[in-house]
């Protein structure tokens, strides 16, 4: 059965992008633990993360890394922390997420739901920092 994030990444449902290649996508988590948490999301559907390709883990956590350094330029938190837990969708993803403390990184802080204006503003701040570091992935 296609995944929720297959069809966020084929445009059936909405979501609010600040990465796209041809392997993986960056959006905004609609039930953020903090300001700007994005989604690193492989094209492919691979449900663990221990029974993907080598090459396609190493690929995320770049991305990961690239979308974080740009989090930490648009936000100027204390950290960037990843989680990669898999239990919310059967679908790989890495949670890049800004933070001052590590309380911030828990699910049960996680928002119910932020206004689109409020992704958008955070998806804006980053793809800015995305851009004064050279990348440009089709999200402008």
Not at 35 to 62: N, Q
Not at 69 to 95: D, K, N, S, T
Request: glycine share 8%.
């Amino acid at each position: 059965m296609t995944t929720v994030f297959t069809r966020i990444i084929r445009g059936e449902l909405p979501g609010v992008f600040v990465w796209r290649d041809d392997v993986s996508v960056g959006f905004l988590s609609i039930n953020p633990m903090a300001f700007g948490h994005t989604l690193v999301v492989p094209r492919v559907e691979v449900d663990h993360w221990i029974d993907a390709e080598p090459e396609l883990l190493r690929h995320l956590v770049d991305v990961s890394r690239i979308v974080g350094i740009a989090q930490q330029r648009a936000f100027q938190p204390e950290r960037v922390g990843i989680i990669v837990a898999g239990y919310e969708v059967p679908h790989l993803h890495i949670h890049v997420i800004p933070t001052n403390d590590m309380s911030e990184l828990s699910f049960a802080h996680a928002a119910p739901s932020v206004s689109r204006d409020t992704l958008e503003e955070a998806a804006a701040r980053i793809q800015d920092a995305l851009g004064s570091l050279g990348y440009s992935h089709g999200c402008d």
